[in-house]
């Protein structure tokens, strides 16, 4: 029976992609102070992707794995020391297999940047020192791969991997492991390495019983049979294993093929058109030209295209292997049916590969991990809440006002119970923040490197936990915040030391939970903002006016408006003005917000607060009509009395109301939700100043009413997506009440406004 | 110089004298002092033998006892290195520094 393997892909790729995140840290890790059991980790997340890959068939992954491994291999063992050299080249390839793993996973070609990479790891494997690990052309790579590739044709061969993991009473039964790996020595070069972990200790140690095994590498040009045959005796009292593996070197043998290949159809069919013309040459066999054309032909996009040439290329080699010798038939032959078949396949992997991809998008879906206790727990809460119906209904099967105050405690128990339970799977939606954290050292590193600054990276609080969909969309935010306090924030190592700090610069990134939100604060020990500047940038740039007002606080906010930079140099990090304008939207987005501190000469930090999920919220309720609706209390600014409004008219029909300094549009969403009749048309009104993503409206609204946590359903899953509308949610009567989306609101608003001024026009 | 006691392994170092050695070793370790190994004779070695070596020196070690190897035979050495031993038995160390 077939198994179909890519139901299983979806978890390789989380655990390559976990992998390469470990391995990614280690190679932090191991920069700073190495360890072998660092590079024990590194080695094991690579082997296991490349298992991992090589099951699946993900060839390129599975070789490009194998030469990381050889050289993570003599890391292990101690026979090439850690260099940063080295780090650096880990680490690019970390890089590059998650691309390579992102594009197999996106049913895309895998491309060549891999092959760069290889070579590199080749010439230091053959003890050469990587001069230039950025190979840019490719035509230097091919000067570059030819001769090692010419090198290792000669002596190619390879080796055996043998593991013998024998059981304790080998020895007893005469069969003497010594005896067998010397006969196994006796076919080539014999390298043994024992595992001796299973020996116990001296005093339990039962002397006639065998606790090693061995992992054997031999090199010898044997046959596999030969082996097995040492072996024969103890098959049946052993584990072995016996693999015919490659030697590294050799490996570049097939690199420089797979370069080629990788290149494509249009490489291959170069290929036969050289051969068909060389071979008209030789044996002067008049051939149309035509023909030809239609070899040339292969070079181009169309898989029908290639369909056609391949035939052609058939007609001639056929034309011409008449009177040519057999070898030049063979081989442009064998050419012809290779590009022909890889062409076949071709248009049917297309039409193929179409259709996975649309059902892929259907079904891919992500997937989180979650600790056994919190699942435990879920289940004893179920149980308990089986236990409290249970008793609940038998109390409603003869229920007599005596049994009154069992029900009120029944109950209140069932309740207890179910928040619990709301709490528990809200639980597992949370995750340590640790993993957002860990994908900073690796860029602090290397942004450090490119600054010339000397930086820590302090990570404080990793274990704190939130929502998962937080995490995904913070994770953005904060490396632009790092990467600022890295730019901007610390001051270069001259300016640090003339100000008397310690040449090193600290960024500390920090994440605790306060009342229902996370904190996370990114702070530097840097030159701090000077407020003046900004003052003065602002002004120059027309955000406020010169002499106006402002608390340092605000004047701090500034550099959150959009199209604000102080930076004298806009540099490649950062600088051009966009960025924390996004930054705050986006934690605004999230229902968070931003607080910057600033200490001239001592350094910044910023604290960002967030909802711990976004599956809940703090919402205000309010009436329209007979209608509730559900507000976001943090969107909501402040609500006025319509009596004590002055609204006026601009562009038309557009009712403003004005606020402080700004005029504010109002937004009646009796007329926006075209509600009809209703309640409440004697009640005056109110108007509530709401913002969201830095605009504000004022909603034309009946009453406040009460203000409660509510769970938001999806309208989009239940109904469709209506602009102005983020969700549902269940009342405690029951009733469905809509969630507004102030921004959406706004849009709407300005869309309507904007039809309204055109009609008047 | 600290006081030591010495083990001689006779000629063979396998699994039939594995048991006899064992308890001589056991004496040895009872001392609680550095252990000299006299392997000079040593003719006849296998797996067991090894292992039992292998296991006193870590035992020793761990009572913070030393032991050394006091001419280790070629037939010992040479059956150390097919079964991938030598590290483990101090055998490349002994005899790189040609142990007295």
Redesign the interface.
Known sequence: MEIDLSQFHQVFFEESFEGLDVMEQELLNLEEDSDLENVNTIFRAAHSIKGGSATFNFKDVADFTHVMETLLDEMREGSRPVTREIIDLLLKSVDCLRGMLNKIQDDEPVGEAHCELINSFNLLLSGEAIVETEVNTAAEQAVETQPIAADTTEDLHHYWNIQFIPQSHI??TGN???RM??EL?GMGV?????D?SK?????E?V??S???S?RLRLDADTEYDTIKEVFEWVEDECELTIDNAEEPEVKKQDVKKQEVEKQGPITESEISVDTVISDKEVTAVETDDIEVSGAEKTTGDSSSDKMESTNAIVSISGAVSNKTSDVAKEKSQKLATETQNSSQAKVKSTAVNEEKKNQKKATSTASIRVGIDKVDTLIDLVGELVITQSMLSELGDNFTMAKLNQLVSGLSELEQNTRELQESVMRIRMLPIGFVFNRLPRMVRDLSSQLGKKVHLAIKGESTELDKTVMEQIGDPLTHLVRNALDHGLESTEQRIAAGKSEEGTVTLNAFHQGGNIVIEVSDNGGGIDPDVIYDKAVEKGMIQQGEELVKEQILGLIMEPGFSTAAVVSDVSGRGVGMDVVKRNINNLGGSVEIESNLGKGTTFTIRLPLTLAILDGQLIRVANEVYVLPLVSIIESIPLSMVEISKIAGDMKVYKLHNEYVPIIDLREEFVIQRGGGANSEGLLAIVEGENRKIALKIDDLMGQQQVVIKSLDSHYKSIQGVSGATILGDGRVSLILDIVGLAKRAAIRANHRREKVA | MSKKTTVSLGTALDIAHASSLKSRLVTALTKNIPVQLTSDKVERVDTAGLQLIFAFIKKAETQGNSVHWYKPSDALINASEILGLQSELKLNQARREGVV
Not at chain 1, 190 to 194: A, D, H, M, Y
């Open positions: 020895l007893e003497e492991p010594v790996f010397r020595k014999l390298e043994s390495t024992v001796v020996v116990p200790d001296f005093d140690l002397p006639e065998c606790f090693l061995w």
